[in-house]
């Protein structure tokens, strides 16, 4: 059965302080793996997308990387405004279905 | 370009009660899919259009939900009669096509007293 488990569920860190979020999964055959940021009352954004292990996507603060088990989103001197929930969902091979994980919900302290 | 819009933002209900969502995609987009995420989890597919056809509704509860889209464009989800436990926050997605990143739009939040 495919299966998405993000760790920390939460995480609290002080501005600045770098670190990284986890998303394992087990997928009969990988398609994608997407992540996305949801703030409180919002519908989930896109943050990004990756194809194959080894690949990285960057974006400001956030840098996503993918092996063939599990990826990071690693967080580089973080702001009070990259406090939010994220998500990550992958999508498997012969379907359009994302699953998604239950998120890691991100404090970031000033 | 205009996002996924959802309708209305917020539903307080009775329980046994009906209620309706409307979501209207992306320009152009072909694949349209209904959420259903619970406080503390991640989103969980309910249905999956593509047009007008449904691609995966493997996971809705026919006996209570459906769901239609009419002319390919717009989309509504029905829930009749609501439960207590169908409180939560229902989201509507849209992506191209099938393969394609889903983009999101704000949800509606329901709740069933």
């Known amino acids: 059965e495919d299966q998405v488990t993000q760790s920390p569920e939460a995480l609290r860190l002080q501005e600045g302080e770098s670190s990284s979020l986890n998303c394992s999964y087990t997928v009969s055959g990988l398609r994608g793996l997407f992540w996305y940021r949801q703030d409180p009352g919002k519908g989930p954004e896109f943050l990004f997308t990756?194809?194959?292990a080894g690949e990285e996507k960057e974006k400001e603060r956030l840098k996503a990387t993918l092996t063939k088990k599990e990826s990071f989103l690693h967080i580089t001197a973080p702001k009070p405004e990259d406090s939010a929930t994220y998500l990550c969902?992958?999508?498997?091979?012969?379907?359009?279905?994302?699953?998604f994980g239950t998120g890691t919900r991100l404090k970031v302290l000033a | 370009e205009a996002g996924v819009a959802q309708s209305p933002r917020y539903k307080i209900i009775e329980k046994r009660q009906s209620v309706a969502f409307w979501c209207n995609p992306i320009?152009?987009?072909?694949?349209l899919y209904w959420y259903q995420q619970i406080l503390g989890q991640g989103p969980k597919l309910l249905i999956q259009f593509q047009n007008n056809g449904v691609v995966d509704d493997s996971q809705l509860p026919k006996d209570r939900f459906s769901a239609e889209r009419l002319k390919g464009v717009d989309s509504t989800l029905k829930i009749q009669p609501a439960k207590l436990e169908d409180s939560a926050v229902y989201l509507c997605?849209?992506?191209?096509?099938?393969?394609?990143?889903?983009?999101f739009g704000p949800g509606t939040r329901l709740t069933v007293l």
């Open positions: 990756l194809y194959s």
């Open positions: 320009s152009g987009h072909a694949t």
């Open positions: 969902a992958v999508q498997a091979e012969g379907t359009y279905k994302y699953i």
């Open positions: 997605a849209s992506s191209q096509q099938g393969w394609d990143t889903q983009y």
